[in-house]
């Protein structure tokens, strides 16, 4: 070989290897730019994996790091979505730790960890603080449908709510206060230790799991509301609150206290309905709670009576954004009306929820057996619940979901605060939620679609826990794709025959061209 023949032979070699170690480089390039800035994205049409602005800023301001361990069985219907949805969560905020254990493959680890965190299940998602720890069962993190099973079909998933359940698990861990709610009793309430169909023992197990403190309280004869109460719950009252108990209430709103007020149309026996008390005190707070039972033939449940309806949210307050997001309803049974009166000053009353305009507020009581709507009745849309709170200039509307605030207060916004004397002489404002059925919260009802989507979020707003007020469930995709036997066998024979065969036809192509 020529010394040209060696040199031509280096260069070319030298060309190749140099080629070589640049697609080298591009790649390796590539790929480090990749792991380092790189965006997910959610084909799905409902934005199944899609973290909402809310998850976002919590996961921004994590300030300790908590390990998430997935302990789901890979055959679980919700292992998918929950380990994608979950790898969304570490790849936003790099305090979160994701890791994976197969209770079926892995027998030593998963030992381990039901030894650690005395798990009961094996179908869990466990997030540890180090100090402190939450458990979301495979049970929270989706809505099934039922009405199949009496036809021998199985359940089907109607809403994933694996964000709702995640994201409330993080905000309880990091939380430093355990709000306190004091639920009233003596006046036949619903108890929070009766497990049967009246008590509210599921909805006391709910909220406990949301990181709140509660106990009975006998109001009567106590004369003060306990300090350090966050929140007063009044919960189906079925006898008269008399007068010392109502000042003791009007005492505690007056120093920025919080109240829950269910009420239930208890018949009288004589053509009306039980007096509380509350219903008069209540007026004086803008809330107007009518003598009558609510009807609504166009919203009625099969197999059910005519006294249990559904309802729907109405404006966009937080306590039923999350509905009006998932065009959930909530089932409510002997209603009675509760609607805006004439609020105090500087104070504003706004519906949350109501009938369809075919609705009435029935105000002939004496005669239920024959129920027409006359002209004393209420003319529907009839309102079932109302919201009342403070509105301050400068300050966010309490009543719109979309500009509540999910950070800490500004040090500007602390400054400007600290340096008013109107808003340090400024008395602290109350809020108040009252609702014409407690049927909906009790055992009985609490699991009916969105009854209990509105308890957290009612307790999350009275308490400004915008945090965790419901994210809303999402609508997985069922996609079914239906083949003819015709369809299907050219798609065998185009995937059997086809492919090979222009795999065929390639080389033949490639051959004939260097022939030439």
């Known amino acids: 070989m020529s010394p040209r023949d060696v040199n031509k032979a280096l260069v070319k070699g030298s060309t190749w290897s140099a ?60 292992y998918d979505a929950s380990k994608e949805l979950l790898e969304r969560y570490a790849a ?36 540890d603080a180090g100090d402190d720890r939450r458990v979301v069962e495979e049970s929270a993190l ?52 009766d497990f049967g169909p009246e008590g509210i023992s599921q909805l006391k197990d709910m909220l406990g799991k949301e990181n709140l403190e509660m106990t009975e309280w006998a109001s009567l004869g106590q004369g003060e509301v306990p300090v350090g109460t966050d929140l007063l719950v009044v919960a189906g009252p079925r006898v008269n609150f008399v007068q010392p108990e109502l000042e003791a209430f009007d005492r505690y709103l007056e120093q920025g206290g919080r109240m829950l007020v269910l009420l239930d149309p208890e018949l009288d026996g004589q053509g009306g309905l039980i007096q509380t008390g509350l219903e008069a005190w209540l007026a004086a ?50 209603a009675r009306s509760v609607g805006a009166g004439t609020a105090p000053a500087g104070y504003e009353v706004k519906r949350l929820l109501e009938t369809t305009a ?68 400024a008395p602290p404002t109350w809020r108040l939620v009252v609702l014409g059925d407690s049927d909906f919260a009790r055992n009985g009802q609490l699991a009916n679609v969105g009854n209990p989507t509105l308890a957290g979020n009612a307790f999350n707003w009275l308490l400004e826990r915008e945090k965790l007020l419901g994210i809303g469930p999402k609508q997985p995709e069922q996609v079914r794709l239906t083949l003819t036997p015709g369809q299907l066998s050219a798609i065998t024979w185009g995937t059997l025959a086809g492919m090979p065969g222009l795999a065929i036809l390639a080389g033949v192509l490639v051959w004939r061209r260097r022939r030439r």
């Open 19 to 78: 080629g070589v170690l640049l697609v080298v480089a591009l790649v390796a390039i590539l790929n480090y730019f990749g792991m380092k800035y790189y965006q997910r994205f959610d084909w799905t049409g409902s934005k199944l994996y899609s973290l909402s602005e809310k998850s976002e800023k919590i996961l921004g301001g994590l300030e300790q790091p908590i390990e998430v361990t997935l302990f789901l069985q890979p055959s679980s219907p919700l």
């Open 92 to 127: 936003k905020s790099p305090r979160i730790t994701l890791r994976e254990v197969d209770p079926e493959r892995n027998l030593a680890e998963a030992q381990r960890l039901v030894d650690q965190y005395q798990i009961q299940s094996l179908n869990v998602v466990v997030f």
């Open 142 to 193: 989706a809505d099934y449908d039922y009405s199949g099973m009496q036809f021998g079909q199985q359940p089907t998933m109607k809403g994933f709510k694996g964000e709702e359940a995640f994201t409330s698990a993080i905000v309880e861990l990091v939380e430093k206060k355990k709000p306190r709610v004091l639920w009233t009793t003596g006046h036949g309430e619903a108890g929070l230790d």
């Open 285 to 334: 707070r803008g809330v107007a709670v009518g003598a009558n039972l609510v009807v609504d033939p166009s919203a009625t449940l099969p197999f059910y009576g005519a006294e249990t309806i559904f309802v729907r949210a109405t404006g966009s307050s937080p306590v039923v954004a999350s509905l009006t997001q998932a065009d959930y309803p909530v089932i409510f049974a002997l």
């Open 358 to 425: 075919d609705g009435w507020g029935e105000t002939n009581l004496a005669n239920l057996r024959s129920v027409e709507k006359g002209e004393d009745d209420l003319a529907g849309p009839v309102p079932v619940a109302v919201a009342v709170a403070a509105i301050e200039k400068g300050e966010p509307d309490p009543f719109e979901a979309e500009e509540l605030g999910l950070e800490e207060e500004s040090e500007e916004g602390a400054e400007a605060g600290s340096g008013s004397e109107t808003a340090a002489e």
